[in-house]
């Protein structure tokens, strides 16, 4: 079974950036489309970006330009660089599978003040 470990978040001011990690262990992901996911209180959980097997990328509207998604199968690890952060960009990211996540782990922080 595969377990999925995000790293990376923080407090960041409006404006600047921050790199996400999801490292997997338990079985090579580099067959699966992951993508990052996105949650704040009250309000449903929503997939920012993905990438497939084969390293094509697609992103929500809202981070477009902003962020890019990223993996490193030697590594084992899938990547989200944050740029250009907004006060909207707060909440708690995951990494799962795509389209059909696993289990959901506790996430990453990310806190941008204004």
């Known amino acids: 079974q595969v377990q999925l470990a995000e790293s990376g978040g923080g407090l960041v001011q409006a404006g600047g950036s921050l790199r996400l990690s999801c490292a997997a262990s338990g079985r090579r992901i580099s067959i699966n489309s992951m993508g990052w996911y996105r949650q704040t209180p009250g309000k449903q959980r929503e997939l920012v970006?993905?990438?497939?097997?084969?390293?094509?990328?697609?992103?929500?509207?809202?981070?477009?330009?902003?962020?890019?998604?990223?993996?490193?199968?030697?590594?084992?690890?899938?990547?989200?660089?944050?740029?250009?952060?907004?006060?909207?960009?707060?909440?708690?990211?995951?990494?799962?599978?795509?389209?059909?996540?696993?289990?959901?782990?506790?996430?990453?922080?990310?806190t941008v003040s204004s």
């Open 49 to 110: 970006a993905w990438i497939n097997s084969g390293g094509g990328t697609k992103y929500a509207d809202s981070v477009k330009g902003r962020f890019t998604i990223s993996r490193d199968n030697i590594k084992n690890t899938v990547y989200l660089q944050m740029n250009s952060l907004k006060p909207e960009d707060t909440a708690v990211y995951s990494c799962n599978f795509q389209p059909i996540p696993a289990n959901w782990g506790p996430g990453t922080q990310v």
